[in-house]
């Protein structure tokens, strides 16, 4: 079986610092892993994944995840928070070269404030 | 978000009714999802078709039905809900089961 847990229900950032979102996993055999970021209202929009290759991938509005293999994380960063950056975070991960399903955590709200 | 669409929005629907929700993908993929989102739960995957055919069944109540008459369009036809079955409803579509899902906006539902 696979899972993956987001350990914090909330992020609370100011304006200009750096976040991260903790993100561990378990899976058999390769990890493919994956952020996505929901509004209000609105469906999950992709961020980035990691397939294989280099640890640190770049995603979109300048976020990046860590793969750590013997911590088993893929922590979501951003080197300055906007307030606009406010949103709910999934992490989600599947079992690498097969079509097994993705499993999504719970999510992580992140709260930037001025 | 405009890659793929849901309708409705939302919906609110007593216990008896019978209602649908449409999904279309306009991104040419070849595999769709029907996912259950409802506070402070993990995203359930409820039904996945690949090339129009279901590969996925996770015990869903048969109140739910899903129909794919073609690989861009996906239906979730509603038929005797429980309040329970409340919350947000959301589509996704893949280029294949093991590439990248894309979402749509979701439907939120309530169930009176």
């Known amino acids: 079986a696979q899972s993956v847990a987001q350990p914090e229900d909330q992020v609370n950032v100011a304006e200009g610092n750096p976040l991260t979102v903790k993100c561990t996993y378990s899976v058999s055999g390769n990890p493919y892993l994956f952020w996505y970021v929901q509004y209000p209202n609105r469906g999950l929009q992709f961020l980035l994944k990691y397939i294989t290759g280099d640890n640190l991938v770049k995603g979109s509005y300048g976020f990046e995840a860590e793969f750590n293999k013997s911590q088993t994380s893929f922590h979501l960063k951003k080197p300055s928070a906007l307030v606009s950056d406010s949103a709910l975070y999934f992490c989600a991960v599947r079992r690498g070269g097969t079509a097994s399903k993705l499993t999504f955590g719970t999510g992580t709200r992140l709260q930037v404030t001025l | 978000e405009t890659g793929v669409t849901q309708t409705p929005r939302h919906l609110v629907m007593g216990m008896t009714n019978k209602k649908s929700l449409k999904c279309e993908q306009h991104?040419?993929?070849?595999?769709m999802y029907w996912y259950k989102q409802s506070a402070k739960k993990p995203l359930e995957l409820m039904f996945v078709y690949s090339l129009e055919e279901r590969v996925e069944n996770n015990s869903v109540p048969s109140r739910f039905s899903p129909e794919c008459p073609n690989s861009s369009h996906l239906f979730l036809h509603l038929h005797t809900l429980q309040p329970e079955d409340s919350a947000l409803y959301l589509c996704a579509s893949s280029q294949a089961m093991e590439e990248t899902q894309y979402f749509g906006p979701g439907t939120r539902l309530l169930v009176l």
């Open positions: 991104l040419g993929h070849n595999a």
